[in-house]
């Protein structure tokens, strides 16, 4: 049996309850008559690893059959939610106890509720996160967008990551077709980045050789809000892919402008993989200069030129002593 090597991200849906300051796929909710469909999913390849998001993917009340479809052909699965929907994810997590949650927590209480605009939702998706913790569920952690607004708790959100024991994913501010935005846009980028300079340190002194990796990442994300070209070739449509709720395949989440590849309700699999369009959209993604740097197009990079983010990790545990600077990138102060 050949290796799975795909990274996919299902956009089950459109809708959703939150009210993000940075997103506004609220505005343009899909129909439930129009999403992506059990029998859509089951002409999907075999991949690696299956992100499932939204909107909000937990609004659609057959996740679990989604679920349990994928991992019929993904070998890793996790959930992207604002964990509102508590009593859907606990069960689901019992019934798929591999499955991965993460969820969106955009700074303690006052600035998530401010950013997210679900009220109480700080609290919401906490507890959520604690209760997943109770039930020493495997795959656990939250992730946040980092901004103006919310910078400051970076650090502080971390820490609580430490004490519950769970991952600590990481973003910043996109503009695309995707978020519905064209404004986004970090004003004092300075300060943003000596938060993520003290995020990378914590990381470095780490234990984990994951969060040294992660680090990088966050490196990355610096490297990004300064406009500087990716530190890494973006290979997404060759061995990555989204899918979202209408069952367009697009090259990432990450253009102006949705890049059709093909329709998988109307195509196979085969046929639209190795279409003369999809090909037309490799060349238009290779070609792309919006320099993006999120998780889903940085992480199967960082897997297929691991030398380039590991020899960074080894300089920085074995000669810089698990410190990182910001006066090492030039491009600070410009």
Same mark, same amino acid.
């Given at each position: 049996?050949?290796?799975?090597?795909?990274?996919?991200?299902?956009?089950?849906? /459109?809708?959703?309850?939150?009210?993000?300051?940075?997103?506004?796929?609220?505005?343009?909710?899909? =129909?439930?008559?129009?999403?992506?469909?059990?029998?859509?999913? =089951?002409?999907?390849?075999?991949?690696?690893?299956?992100?499932?998001?939204?909107?909000?993917?937990?609004?659609? $009340?057959?996740?679990?059959?989604?679920?349990?479809?994928? /991992?019929?052909?993904?070998?890793?699965?996790?959930?992207?939610?604002?964990? /509102?929907?508590?009593?859907?994810?606990?069960?689901?997590?019992?019934?798929?106890?591999?499955?991965?949650?993460?969820?969106?927590?955009?700074?303690?209480?006052?600035?998530?509720?401010?950013?997210?605009?679900?009220?109480?939702?700080? &609290?919401?998706?906490?507890?959520?996160?604690?209760?997943?913790?109770?039930?020493?569920?495997?795959?656990?952690?939250?992730?946040?967008?980092?901004?103006?607004?919310?910078?400051?708790?970076?650090?502080?959100? /971390?820490?609580?990551?430490?004490?519950?024991?769970?991952?600590?994913?990481?973003?910043?501010?996109?503009?695309?077709?995707?978020?519905?935005?064209?404004?986004?846009?970090?004003?004092?980028? +300075?300060?943003?980045? $000596?938060?993520?300079?003290?995020?990378?340190?914590?990381?470095?002194?780490?234990?984990?050789?994951?969060?040294?990796?992660?680090?990088?990442?966050?490196?990355?994300?610096?490297?990004?809000?300064?406009? &500087?070209?990716?530190? +890494?070739? *973006?290979?997404?449509?060759?061995?990555?892919?989204?899918?979202?709720?209408?069952?367009?395949?697009?090259?990432? &989440?990450?253009?102006?402008?949705?890049?059709?590849?093909?329709?998988?309700?109307? $195509?196979?699999?085969?046929? +639209?993989?190795?279409?003369?369009?999809?090909?037309?959209?490799?060349? *238009?993604?290779?070609?792309?200069?919006?320099?993006?740097?999120?998780?889903?197009?940085?992480?199967?990079?960082?897997?297929?030129?691991?030398?380039?983010?590991?020899?960074?990790?080894?300089?920085?545990? +074995?000669?810089?002593?698990?410190?990182?600077?910001?006066?090492?990138? =030039?491009?600070?102060?410009?």
């Amino acid at each position: 049996m050949a290796r799975r090597t795909l990274y996919g991200t299902v956009i089950v849906t /459109y809708r959703c309850n939150a009210r993000c300051n940075m997103c506004d796929c609220f505005k343009d909710p899909t =129909k439930p008559s129009e999403e992506i469909t059990l029998e859509d999913i =089951k002409k999907l390849p075999e991949m690696a690893f299956t992100n499932i998001t939204g909107g909000e993917p937990f609004i659609r $009340q057959d996740i679990p059959e989604i679920v349990r479809e994928l /991992y019929k052909k993904s070998d890793r699965i996790v959930i992207s939610t604002n964990g /509102y929907f508590t009593d859907r994810i606990i069960a689901l997590c019992k019934e798929f106890p591999k499955v991965g949650i993460r969820i969106s927590i955009e700074g303690l209480q006052e600035t998530n509720d401010k950013i997210r605009g679900i009220p109480d939702g700080f &609290n919401r998706g906490y507890n959520t996160l604690k209760t997943l913790v109770k039930m020493k569920h495997p795959d656990v952690g939250f992730g946040m967008t980092v901004q103006d607004m919310n910078c400051a708790d970076l650090v502080p959100l /971390y820490d609580i990551s430490n004490e519950l024991g769970m991952e600590f994913a990481t973003a910043t501010l996109h503009n695309s077709f995707y978020f519905r935005k064209t404004d986004n846009k970090i004003d004092d980028k +300075l300060k943003v980045a $000596q938060n993520f300079e003290n995020l990378i340190n914590e990381l470095l002194k780490s234990k984990s050789p994951k969060k040294w990796f992660r680090a990088y990442f966050n490196h990355g994300l610096i490297n990004y809000i300064y406009g &500087n070209k990716r530190l +890494l070739p *973006c290979d997404m449509s060759k061995n990555a892919f989204f899918i979202d709720p209408f069952c367009d395949v697009l090259p990432c &989440n990450g253009m102006e402008k949705k890049a059709v590849m093909g329709n998988l309700r109307e $195509q196979s699999w085969e046929e +639209l993989w190795n279409s003369k369009q999809a090909d037309e959209v490799r060349v *238009c993604a290779k070609n792309c200069e919006r320099n993006c740097w999120m998780i889903g197009s940085a992480s199967p990079a960082m897997h297929k030129y691991i030398w380039v983010p590991g020899w960074w990790v080894i300089k920085h545990k +074995l000669f810089k002593g698990s410190k990182y600077s910001l006066k090492e990138n =030039k491009f600070i102060g410009k």
